[in-house]
């Protein structure tokens, strides 16, 4: 007989608690849990967005750099070649050079060893 007033005591305990939990009160967080992944995922997206542009907008501002530096070296490049075809003989010996009979080159040393100078024919 106990073990029916048991029973019948859960029971009651069990209606207090259904009774104490409805429907809103389960939705209420529910929502309130959507609304906060939703609101985060916007953050998200529009910090996406912003990336991309200013990436894109980076990378159009790099190009032109790239461009004009391309120009600048073009121009160089050219007064370069100019320059080079110009040196000869004639403009060496005009400017004092002159060809030498033994050339002496410095060749590579290992550390501790004294500067050498070969004579090669």
Not at 20 to 45: D, H, M, R
Request: charged share 20%; with cysteine.
């Amino acid at each position: 007989m106990q073990s029916l007033g048991l029973f019948k005591n859960n029971k009651k305990h069990m209606r207090y608690i259904t009774k104490a939990i409805t429907n809103e009160e389960l939705v209420k967080p529910f929502v309130w849990v959507v609304i906060l992944c939703l609101s985060l995922l916007l953050c998200v997206y529009v910090y996406l967005v912003q990336n991309a542009v200013l990436n894109t907008v980076q990378i159009k501002r790099l190009s032109n750099d790239l461009s004009i530096s391309t120009s600048k070296v073009n121009v160089l490049e050219s007064e370069y070649f100019k320059v080079k075809d110009g040196v000869n003989l004639a403009l060496a010996s005009e400017m004092g050079f002159k060809a030498i009979s033994k050339p002496k080159f410095i060749t590579k040393r290992t550390l501790g060893e004294a500067p050498s100078s070969k004579t090669y024919q």
